[in-house]
């Protein structure tokens, strides 16, 4: 499950955004902390480019992501209210 990430994991979260699940995990290497997000909906996910300083920071940028992700793709399929 973590296969895209070969370093040690260093933090690991779920949380839920309209009912979406999304994990989100930072792992570090030498150079600093990588981060990701995997959807549970619809399986998309991706991976920070650059490295963060912390994992704190990685973790901040995998909630963006996958928050952005799922305003693009999941909040616009519910009917406008
Ligand atoms: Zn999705």
Known sequence: MDSNIRHNPVSRERFALDGVGYEIAAAADEAGCLARWNCT???LGAQSKVKFPSSSAAMEWARNSARSHHD???AAQRPPA
């Open 41 to 43: 909906l619809c399986g």
């Open 72 to 74: 693009r793709l999941h």
